[in-house]
């Protein structure tokens, strides 16, 4: 099954490569940037619901 993975990854791999530069751009662009806005997106999310855990397990006796 991971062979038949890698060969489909090599094979997707050799066409990005062999298309034009312009196009390469474009289809990158179209990929990446929604993976890289979820990614960002999820990012703030656990951080938002992970900022009041911190908060409440700092000891509130010690002022720095």
Known sequence: ?????LDWWDGVALWVAQIAFPLQFALVMLVLLPLCLGGAWLIDRVVDRASPLA????DPSRRT
């Open 1 to 5: 099954m991971l062979q038949a993975v």
């Open 55 to 58: 908060g409440r397990l700092r």
